[in-house]
């Protein structure tokens, strides 16, 4: 059996299903590790002074319209590739209507707003924790 699965790949007759695809979520620069090493001065070492606190991540839910399956599929993985998400996972599907997508993001949402709008989104708020966006 594992000599035909061999031979049907190697002539291309086997392909991947792309719906089983998991794109992991970029980690925030936010929680990456500094590297800096500590100051040395007249025999005593200091720790270098900290840029600025990353700011706190929180979580949020976006609305956006998903006519079919596709777009619920872009919509996560757009959102996923704005800086500063740490995840973007569905949590209510509406195939022709409004999914909503629960988001964790590093900032308030004002930045988040900001974020998405970089990225070619229109974003508005629904309220505090909510927006509604669309492309």
Do not use: C, H, K
């Not at 308030?108 to 509604?132: E, H, I, K, P, Y």
């Amino acid at each position: 059996m594992d000599v035909l699965y061999r031979q049907a790949l190697a002539q291309g007759l086997l392909r991947p299903d792309p719906s089983l695809v998991i794109l992991a979520a970029p980690l925030p620069a936010a929680l990456e590790e500094p590297t800096e090493e500590p100051v040395v001065e007249n025999g005593v070492a200091t720790a270098p002074e900290p840029a600025e606190a990353p700011a706190a991540i929180q979580s949020f839910n976006l609305q956006v319209a998903t006519p079919d399956a596709a777009s619920v599929q872009r919509a996560e993985l757009g959102v996923s590739r704005v800086g500063g998400v740490a995840s973007a996972i569905t949590t209510s599907l509406a195939l022709g209507g409004t999914s909503v997508m629960s988001v964790r993001f590093a900032g308030d949402s004002a930045a988040l707003a900001a974020a998405l709008r970089a990225q070619g989104w229109n974003v508005s708020v629904v309220n505090g924790n909510t927006l509604r966006i669309s492309r």
